[in-house]
């Protein structure tokens, strides 16, 4: 039997994978949050290789406090550029393939069209370089590896843009929601769903892939979808970048192209509003 070990297991794609793996009974999910292993440790992590002896290692613990990050880079730094490398080196010598989660953010935003897995990057902040310098820690490191960056993830765990919409929602009376930046809500439930299957694919087809739900929306459109899906009544004013400055830049445009996963794995992706629809909190 397979086993699988996922590390930054308390947070929302780590709880997405505990709920999902129920239904896998042929693969043996070991989950552990920073309590079990430290990810920027490297002798946390040796500790739990040893433990476990994984085939699979599905990393989703990472620094994603996006403006924080600006004002503390060491942070950024140790969890999502050295926990990665710490991570490749741990797999590399137990023999583990890495499934690594990564981000948009490594996209200034600049284009007009869906970002491929070939596209330049260029990431605006801090974020965004440290989780690209990440990636190249892993590449450097490992042959095995999947690095699958994603966008605008949400679900019914953790916190995240849909859960902190409906508690505002509850709060005020009128919100003002950025619409000016493009991107791809993602349900971590579906993410989940696709890991596992890279995972039984059996496929050695290593190497850099998107993942995100399908179509493109802004954060506007995707605040008013979420009222819409939950029955919320509230004013919503759509504003511009400009108008609600933040430490950290967003790219304006990060729609990603899912052409690569789609083809190697055979995944049928849903569109973003459907999937919105499975979601409840």
Not at 105 to 113: E, I, L, R, T, W
Not at 158 to 185: C, I, Y
Not at 226 to 240: G, M, R, T, Y
């Amino acid at each position: 039997m397979k086993k699988v070990l996922i590390t930054g297991a308390n947070g929302q794609l780590g709880q997405a994978l505990k709920k999902a793996a129920v239904n896998y009974a042929g693969l043996e999910f070991y989950f552990a949050g920073s309590a079990d292993a430290d990810i920027t440790s490297a002798g946390s992590l040796a500790a739990i290789f040893n433990k476990v002896q994984p085939h699979f290692c599905i990393n989703t613990a990472a620094y994603t406090a996006v403006d924080k990050a600006e004002s503390e880079p060491e942070k950024a730094h140790a969890v999502n550029t050295l926990g990665a490398k710490n991570l490749a080196q741990a797999c590399k010598k137990h023999g583990t393939v890495l499934l690594h989660i990564s981000t948009d953010f490594v996209f200034d935003g600049s284009k007009n069209s869906p970002y491929t897995e070939q596209d330049v990057t260029a990431p605006l902040g801090v974020y965004g370089k440290t989780k690209l310098d990440g990636e190249n820690e892993v590449i450097k490191n490992l042959d095995a590896y999947y690095i699958i960056r994603t966008s605008w993830v949400y679900s019914e765990f953790s916190n995240n843009f849909m859960k902190t919409m409906l508690r505002l929602a509850a709060e005020r009376d009128s919100l003002n929601v950025v619409s000016d930046q493009h991107g791809t809500p993602t349900n971590a439930n579906d993410l989940a769903e696709v890991l596992i299957t890279i995972i039984q694919s059996n496929k050695q087809a290593y190497g850099i892939y998107n993942y995100s739900n399908e179509g493109e929306t802004t954060w506007y459109d995707f605040a008013r979808k979420i009222f819409e899906v939950n029955n919320v009544s509230i004013h919503l004013q759509p504003i511009p970048t400009t108008a609600y400055p933040t430490p950290a830049k967003r790219p304006a445009y990060s729609v990603l192209d899912k052409s690569k996963i789609k083809q190697t794995f055979g995944i049928m992706i849903p569109k973003w509003g459907e999937s919105l629809k499975q979601v409840t909190v």
